[in-house]
Nanobody
Framework: QVQLVESGGGLVQAGGSLRLSCAASGRTFSSYAMGWFRQAPGKEREFVGGITWSGSTYYADSVKGRFTISRDNAKNMVYLQMNSLKPEDTAVYYC???????????????????WGQGTQVTVAS
C-alpha cells in the first residue's frame, strides 16, 4: 500500500507562486510514475503533469511553461512548482502514483493506483 500526503497549498495573489509537495511511502518509490491532477469547483478532475522515475516530465497545455514537476527519490518526494498563478488555477490539487512505468499514461486517471487527499490552492485576482 502506498500513502501519499500533499502539502503546500494556500491562498496566493494572481501572478504569485506556490510549491506543492507530495510525500510518498514505499520502499520502491524511485520506480514510481507520479502525477499531479486538480479539480476546480463544479468541474471534472484534470491532469496537470506527470513525471517518470527518471525525471521525464509531461504537462497539460494550460500549465506548460508555468508549472514544473520534480522529484527527489532519496526523500520519497514529488514537487509541483507553480509560477505565474492565475485565478483559473484555483482547485484542489492531488498527487497520484503508479508503482510501475508499465502501461502508464500520464494524463489518464485510471493509470494511477494511489491518490492523496488533496491540498487546496486558491488564487485571488
Amino acid at each position: 500500500q502506498v500513502q501519499l500526503v500533499e502539502s503546500g497549498g494556500g491562498l496566493v495573489q494572481a501572478g504569485g507562486s506556490l510549491r506543492l509537495s507530495c510525500a510518498a511511502s514505499g520502499r520502491t518509490f524511485s520506480s514510481y510514475a507520479m502525477g499531479w491532477f486538480r479539480q476546480a469547483p463544479g468541474k471534472e478532475r484534470e491532469f496537470v503533469g506527470g513525471i517518470t522515475w527518471s525525471g521525464s516530465t509531461y504537462y497539460a497545455d494550460s500549465v506548460k511553461g508555468r508549472f514544473t514537476i520534480s522529484r527527489d527519490n532519496a526523500k520519497n518526494m514529488v514537487y509541483l512548482q507553480m509560477n505565474s498563478l492565475k485565478p483559473e488555477d484555483t482547485a484542489v490539487y492531488y498527487c497520484a502514483a503508479r508503482p510501475t512505468q508499465r502501461d502508464w499514461f500520464p494524463g489518464l486517471e485510471d493509470s494511477y493506483d494511489y491518490w492523496g487527499q488533496g491540498t487546496q490552492v486558491t488564487v485571488a485576482s
